[in-house]
C-alpha cells in the first residue's frame, strides 16, 4: 500500500542516515591510518566527490526517466552497500588507494546521488498535509 512505502523508505532512509553519520566522518581517519594515504590526495578525493555526485544527480535523474525512479534507487543503494561490505572485506588492499579510493568515490556517489530521487518518492506517497511533518523527520 502507498502508506506502507513511505514508511518503508522513511526508515530505509533514517537507517543509511544513522549508519553514515558514524562511518563516514571517520574515513578521512580510516585512510589516514589504515591505508597511509596523503592529506593533500584525501582533500582531492573529497573535493572530487561534490563533482561526482552532481554528475550522479543528472545520471540517476535521466535514467529515472527512462526506467522509473524506484528501478533508479534499488540499484544505487545495492551498490553503494556492496562498495561499504568491499571496504570493510579487502583489508589486504587497505595499502593501496588506487583500489580502495576508487571504491570509496563509487560509495558516496551511489548512496548520494539519488537523494532527490528518494525525497520524490517519499512526497508522492505522503498525504499533502503530512508533508511537512515527514520532511521534518
Not at 49 to 59: D, R
Not at 100 to 107: A, V, W
Request: charged content about 15%.
Amino acid at each position: 500500500t502507498p502508506d506502507r512505502v513511505r514508511w518503508v523508505l522513511f526508515l530505509g532512509e533514517l537507517i543509511m542516515s544513522l549508519g553514515a553519520g558514524m562511518t563516514v566522518k571517520f574515513f578521512p581517519v580510516f585512510f589516514d591510518k589504515e591505508g597511509h594515504v596523503k592529506p593533500a590526495v584525501l582533500q582531492a578525493v573529497f573535493a572530487s566527490l561534490a563533482a561526482c555526485t552532481v554528475a550522479g544527480t543528472l545520471v540517476t535523474t535521466k535514467a529515472s526517466k527512462c526506467f522509473g525512479r524506484l528501478q533508479v534507487l534499488i540499484p544505487c543503494f545495492v551498490v553503494g552497500n556492496l562498495c561499504t561490505i568491499l571496504l570493510g572485506l579487502l583489508k589486504p588492499f587497505y595499502t593501496i588507494p588506487g583500489v580502495m579510493l576508487p571504491i570509496f568515490m563509487l560509495r558516496c556517489t551511489a548512496q548520494w546521488s539519488p537523494g532527490a530521487l528518494l525525497g520524490s518518492i517519499i512526497a508522492d506517497y505522503t498525504p499533502s498535509g503530512q508533508r511537512g511533518r515527514m520532511k521534518a523527520m
